[in-house]
């Protein structure tokens, strides 16, 4: 099993250009995250989709677009990357059924950015 | 709002000693409460989950934690550790419908040395 699948692994940037951060799930999951680490922070969401064709701004959004053109692919992009957008950035996904909640949300093993 | 707070940032400990890894959240509605455990350089691994039910959860490498509403606290703990422990470990809650983000506290970096 694939699980949650994020490229690239590693990426160097230097200011001002753009790039764009691919994870795919494989689990038919409805629900899909970005989040960004940082040393003492712990997780911050960035923006999250609950389906397809749908995303919404979580705590950190500004700097970051994210499109969920297809159910299994979540993109997330730096139109401008900037210095204090070096992180790591992990990608989740979770599911849930009716009234069943399943909201466990499984991660991808991330993207380390660094922006120069 | 939900928050989390994880009230030590390290934990040093010797191998085979007990360990507790202390967690607490504030919310104004129901919550589920989970702990995640990050390996060096890889992702972020569910170790246990507090959904409902019995309030003292078993998760995987022998890690239990206990939800105490009153308290609003979910503690991790393991009776005697193993150098493979050494991982960060973050706590985190969720209001308790479907699709809602977690909420991360900053993570505890658990040290096990012989």
């Known amino acids: 099993n694939a699980g949650v699948t994020q490229t690239p692994k590693f990426r160097v940037l230097k200011t001002g250009q753009s790039m764009t951060l691919l994870c795919a799930q494989d689990?038919?999951?409805?629900?899909m995250y970005w989040y960004r680490q940082d040393p003492g922070m712990g997780l911050r969401l960035i923006h999250y989709?609950?389906?397809?064709?749908?995303?919404a701004k979580g705590e950190v959004p500004d700097g970051y677009n994210v499109s969920r053109l297809k159910k299994q692919n979540f993109l997330l992009g730096l139109e401008s990357a900037a210095p204090s957008q070096t992180s790591v950035y992990f990608c989740?996904?979770?599911?849930?059924?009716?009234?069943?909640?399943?909201?466990?949300?499984?991660f991808g093993a991330g993207t380390r950015l660094s922006v120069l | 709002a939900q928050s989390v707070t994880q009230l030590d940032s390290q934990v040093p400990v010797f191998e085979e000693a007990p360990v507790e890894l202390r967690c607490n959240y504030s919310?104004?509605?129901?919550?589920?409460l989970f702990w995640y455990v990050q390996y060096p350089n890889q992702g972020l691994q569910l170790l246990l989950k507090?959904?409902?039910?019995?309030?003292l959860v078993k998760g995987i490498n022998g890690f239990e934690a206990e939800f105490n509403k009153s308290q609003t606290s979910f503690h991790l703990r393991k009776p005697s550790v193993h150098i493979s422990d050494t991982a960060e470990y973050f706590c985190?809650?969720?209001?308790?419908?479907?699709?809602?983000?977690?909420?991360f506290g900053k993570g505890t970096t658990l040290s096990v040395s012989s």
């Open positions: 985190a809650v969720s209001e308790s419908q479907a699709g809602t983000a977690l909420i």
């Open positions: 989740a996904s979770s599911y849930s059924a009716g009234t069943v909640v399943l909201d466990i949300q499984y």
């Open positions: 507090y959904l409902s039910g019995s309030t």
């Open positions: 689990m038919n999951h409805e629900y």
């Open positions: 919310s104004s509605v129901s919550v589920y």
């Open positions: 989709s609950v389906g397809e064709g749908t995303t």
